[in-house]
């Protein structure tokens, strides 16, 4: 009789960008409690210090749109560690809202450079390491990449980037061993998203185009990137698993 699927990560090692809060801190915990070593990282040197300290966790500060850095980023992770089985891309920013006849094209190019440029550098330096040890990549893409949006612009167009880009990346290093996968979060209750949950009429509308009615948590998508990344998703590639409640797909009855 086979054993059962592997959930655990235990012996792995994993690099997750814009890992001191919301998502990227949930995915962090969540990949430690099932026995990885992390390296922890964000923009900012003291929240990455201190999140380390917290976590018990290496950090390393890095400004993803900064290809040196992120060159840096992977080497450091790759010398503390002693490999790489796992990358998460996670760093993000949301950016002006807004239509693109009025678009801030500076604003535009910074969204760009962060959600999905910055996602085909680190990529490129990371992902011959992680083929090394037959690994795993999650990339952070979103439900706004999934469907028509008439606010946040540049940020869903960077997202369905994010998605397409796993979808390239799963063909590409496939033959190597290595596994690329996206993730598209929904509705998220986190630090970001606290004046959305504070808007009446925006959660109104939004939860009754949510068959769960709800906000997901945090944690429920560390739990999607955890699969993702263990062995119980090994034959699991270039796939972009919705963690939207059902939002995607409902006709909001």
Same mark, same amino acid.
């Given at each position: 009789?086979?054993?059962?699927?592997?959930?655990?990560?235990?012996?792995?090692?994993?690099?997750?960008?814009?890992?001191?809060?919301?998502?990227?801190?949930?995915?962090? +915990?969540?990949?430690?409690?099932? @026995?990885?070593?992390? &390296?922890?990282?964000?923009? =900012?040197?003291?929240?990455?210090?201190?999140?380390?300290?917290?976590? @018990?966790?290496?950090?390393?500060? #890095?400004?993803?749109?900064?290809? +040196?850095?992120?060159?840096?980023?992977? #080497? $450091?992770?790759?010398?503390?560690? $002693?490999?790489? =089985?796992?990358?998460? #891309?996670?760093?993000?920013?949301?950016?002006?809202?807004?239509?693109? *006849?009025?678009?801030?094209?500076? =604003?535009?190019?910074?969204?760009?450079?962060?959600?999905?440029?910055? +996602?085909?550098? /680190?990529?490129?330096?990371?992902?011959?390491?992680?083929?090394?040890?037959?690994?795993?990549?999650?990339? &952070?893409?979103?439900?706004?990449?999934?469907?028509?949006?008439?606010?946040?612009?540049?940020?869903?167009?960077?997202?369905?980037?994010?998605? +397409?880009?796993?979808?390239?990346?799963?063909?590409?290093?496939?033959?190597?061993?290595?596994?690329?996968?996206?993730?598209? %979060?929904?509705?998220?209750?986190?630090? /970001?998203?606290? %004046?959305?949950?504070?808007? *009446?009429?925006?959660?109104?509308?939004?939860?009754?185009?949510? %068959?769960?009615?709800?906000?997901? &948590? %945090?944690? *429920?998508v560390a739990g999607a990137a955890i699969f993702l990344a263990s062995s119980a998703a090994g034959f699991v590639?270039?796939?972009? /698993?919705?963690?939207?409640? $059902?939002?995607?797909?409902? =006709?909001?009855?």
């Amino acid at each position: 009789m086979s054993p059962g699927p592997d959930f655990g990560l235990r012996g792995r090692t994993a690099l997750i960008t814009g890992s001191t809060r919301g998502i990227g801190l949930a995915i962090a +915990q969540g990949m430690i409690a099932a @026995g990885a070593r992390v &390296m922890i990282s964000s923009e =900012d040197a003291g929240d990455t210090s201190r999140v380390s300290a917290e976590l @018990g966790m290496p950090g390393i500060a #890095c400004d993803v749109a900064d290809d +040196q850095a992120l060159e840096r980023l992977v #080497c $450091g992770t790759v010398a503390e560690l $002693g490999g790489l =089985d796992i990358l998460v #891309c996670n760093a993000g920013i949301t950016g002006r809202p807004g239509r693109f *006849e009025s678009i801030d094209m500076a =604003d535009y190019a910074r969204v760009m450079a962060i959600n999905l440029r910055s +996602q085909v550098v /680190l990529t490129g330096f990371a992902l011959p390491h992680v083929a090394e040890r037959r690994g795993s990549a999650v990339l &952070m893409s979103s439900l706004s990449g999934l469907r028509g949006n008439g606010a946040i612009n540049a940020y869903a167009l960077a997202k369905a980037g994010v998605a +397409q880009l796993a979808r390239n990346l799963a063909v590409e290093w496939g033959p190597r061993g290595v596994r690329v996968n996206a993730i598209s %979060p929904g509705f998220i209750a986190t630090e /970001l998203s606290k %004046p959305l949950l504070g808007n *009446e009429p925006f959660m109104t509308k939004r939860m009754a185009m949510t %068959p769960l009615r709800r906000p997901g &948590m %945090p944690e *429920e998508v560390a739990g999607a990137a955890i699969f993702l990344a263990s062995s119980a998703a090994g034959f699991v590639t270039g796939h972009n /698993l919705v963690v939207d409640g $059902g939002t995607l797909i409902t =006709d909001g009855s």
